[in-house]
């Protein structure tokens, strides 16, 4: 029986009147967090001036951080800190709201092709009400075996994103040559997950396709990719020490218990906490109505 949990996608309308459709791996019933990873939503690629583009208006966020990444394409972010930049192919961004931040996420005018990732980390209970932060790293590539891999958090081949976490974690982009296979030394107290972008990969002995992610649990001190196919697969790989608390997720929200969730939609619809994101042109968006049942706390599963 193989090690790998194999993850299927849903498709999921991005907020706000002007949606994009992505592709959600996570969360879902069988697994809310590798790691502290708690959110992948795989997008592209799309042909801007038949979808439309990215376009998510002025929206909060507690408990987490923010890690976006591109494969193609360019995004224009403003935040409340007053942060202006742009989300390239091969750079991250990572946003930090912890007591609370807001956001915008636009398509430049110059983007026809988008593609990427936009992910979650669960900001542990000490660290949740930590301020806002935002960060800019442009990792090099790094050449193993018949891999090409950017790590833009935590350590991998031999690279160390200088990026700081409050938790352990792993992120990195893996570009595999046709018909390649390399073995990674990992850390053997990680859970991973690998998301296919492009390709159908072997991940440890179990066949991966294009917008699966693979989970593999902790103890395993190498992970070993094939790629399949006779062209360049592209895969994102994440991993972190298992995130032992419960935590309640609703709209862009995490925190512990309902009650931090019904303060902090609250405090987003009357204006407070969350600050102003200048220069967007648009409302931002309403919070949705709370559901008529409790919300649960859910965590890792063993």
């Known amino acids: 029986m193989s090690d790998v949990e194999v ?9 706000g009147p002007r949606a994009m459709t992505v592709r959600r791996t996570l969360p879902q019933r069988a697994r809310t967090l590798i790691g502290a990873w708690c959110f992948v939503d795989h997008y592209g690629p799309d042909d801007v001036a038949v979808s439309g583009g990215m376009d998510v208006a002025p929206h909060p966020h ?4 923010t890690v ?19 989300v390239r192919p091969g ?6 709201g912890g007591h609370g931040i807001s956001h915008t996420e636009v398509s430049t005018p110059s983007t026809t092709i988008l593609h990427g990732v936009q992910l ?34 935590g350590s991998l081949a031999g690279d160390t994103s200088p990026v700081p976490t409050f938790t352990p974690l792993l992120g990195a982009e893996i570009l595999l040559d046709p018909g390649a296979t390399t073995t990674l030394e990992t850390d053997a107290g990680f859970e991973h997950g690998l998301l296919v972008d492009q390709g159908a990969v072997r991940m440890a002995g179990t066949s991966l396709h294009a917008a699966d992610l693979g989970y593999l649990g902790t103890g395993h001190d190498t992970l070993t990719l094939t790629n399949e196919t006779n062209s360049r697969a592209r895969l994102v790989l ?14 862009n929200f995490i925190g512990r218990s309902q009650e931090d969730i019904a303060r902090a939609r609250s405090d987003w619809m009357s204006g407070t906490r969350f600050g102003e994101v200048k220069g967007y042109d648009g409302d931002p968006l309403p919070a949705p109505e709370l559901p008529s049942v409790p919300l649960k706390p859910r965590g890792r599963v063993r």
């Open 120 to 153: 979650w980390v669960a900001l542990p209970g000490r660290h949740r009400d930590t301020g806002r932060d935002f960060r800019h790293h442009v990792p090099a590539p790094v050449r193993v075996g018949g891999a090409d891999i950017r790590v833009f958090l």
């Open 68 to 86: 976006s990444w591109l494969f193609s394409g360019e995004i224009e972010h403003r935040d409340s800190m007053g942060s202006h930049a742009m």
């Open 7 to 15: 993850l299927s996608a849903r498709d999921v309308p991005l907020g």
């Open 91 to 96: 750079e991250l961004n990572l946003m930090t």
């Open 238 to 251: 994440l991993g972190g020490a298992p995130f032992e608390e419960r935590i309640v997720m609703w709209w």
């Open 62 to 65: 507690i408990g987490l951080q």
